[in-house]
């Protein structure tokens, strides 16, 4: 017995270690970090000047951080509403017995195969392009269907301009992040027995009621991952601000990542010193959202007595 427990803690040592090195010392020391105002993250420890909680007092009365957090609200709200109802939509579709089930979920998961700055550079240089995209008036072009179903009115619209470009990153984004979701959505009905559907369709249940009394109540740890896995991505919101902005703190673009960048580089004209110990303030901030985040959705969607 004793020479299997040595065993196993042969085995479970190197990646215990590993796993403090890259994730757990990487963690205790940006907490650290926030309490002390740092001027590059390389810098040692006896370079670091404790200032408290300063910090986290100056990105409370910092205008700028504010923008960027109800930018993230903004983002996280009526992107994850947008995202995970038609996630959830196709999903519900794919499993309905379709045809070609597994082309349109490759068609749907698509956008996720491409990179980041390659989607959102499709968007702003043809979809938002004035010469070719939804500003123009051939209708060979998207305004022209839009102008065919009545809503040319879209079209007229600069979405490239301030008063725009973050609902038009927003549609963008949420493009590319509904396949994703799509498939946790479908493994999770695919997890469903199909026993289920046949008894309800027997009970005289219809479509909509199946989902409502079947389908929505067994997703609920499911529903649970896609809410949590929005939040993280939706923390890191980075790549897309940067290429739907020419500025760096655009207004309408920043997000609280961005603005980590800008303290911790120094990039920019906003920031004119450096503060490592800012930026890892900000960090820490947006792993609380998201523990906040994941602690109300475990109070408010319980599946504890839901069983298949």
Avoid at 3 to 17: C, D, E, G, H, S
Avoid at 76 to 105: E, H, T
Avoid at 241 to 266: K, R
Wanted: net charge positive.
């Amino acid at each position: 017995m004793k020479r299997n427990k040595a065993v196993i803690a042969a085995f479970i040592l190197p990646a215990l270690l590993i796993f403090c090195v890259v994730f757990v010392y990487p963690i205790v020391r940006t907490v650290f970090m926030s309490f002390f105002s740092v001027e590059n993250a390389t810098s040692t420890v006896d370079q670091w000047r404790f200032v408290g909680t300063r910090n986290y007092f100056d990105l409370a009365n910092t205008e700028l951080f504010k923008i960027s957090l109800w930018n993230l609200f903004r983002i996280w709200a009526f992107g994850g509403l947008s995202v995970l109802s038609l996630s959830l939509l196709f999903a519900v579709i794919l499993n309905s017995g379709i045809r070609f089930k597994k082309f349109f979920r490759a068609v749907i998961y698509m956008p996720n195969v491409i990179s980041a700055v390659a989607l959102a550079t499709m968007w702003i240089q043809y979809v938002y392009n004035p010469k070719f995209g939804l500003a123009t008036k051939a209708y060979v072009t998207v305004t022209g269907w839009l102008e065919a179903v009545g809503l040319g009115s879209f079209g007229k619209i600069n979405w490239t301009d301030s008063d725009h470009k973050f609902w038009s990153l927003l549609i963008a984004y949420c493009f590319g992040m509904v396949g994703y979701h799509m498939l946790i959505f479908s493994s999770g009905i695919e997890k469903i027995p199909g026993e289920l559907y046949e008894a309800a369709t027997i009970d005289g249940a219809s479509r909509p009621q199946q989902f409502a009394k079947v389908t929505y109540p067994l997703l609920q740890g499911v529903i649970k991952t896609n809410i949590t896995m929005w939040s993280i991505t939706s923390v890191g919101f980075f790549v897309w601000a940067q290429l739907f902005s020419m500025v760096t703190a655009d207004t309408q673009t920043i997000t609280p990542m961005v603005y980590m960048y800008l303290q911790v580089f120094g990039a920019g004209n906003v920031v004119t010193e450096r503060n490592a110990g800012l930026g890892a303030a900000v960090g820490v901030i947006l792993s609380l959202i998201v523990v906040a985040v994941f602690i109300l959705t475990t109070v408010l969607i319980r599946d504890d007595e839901i069983e298949f």
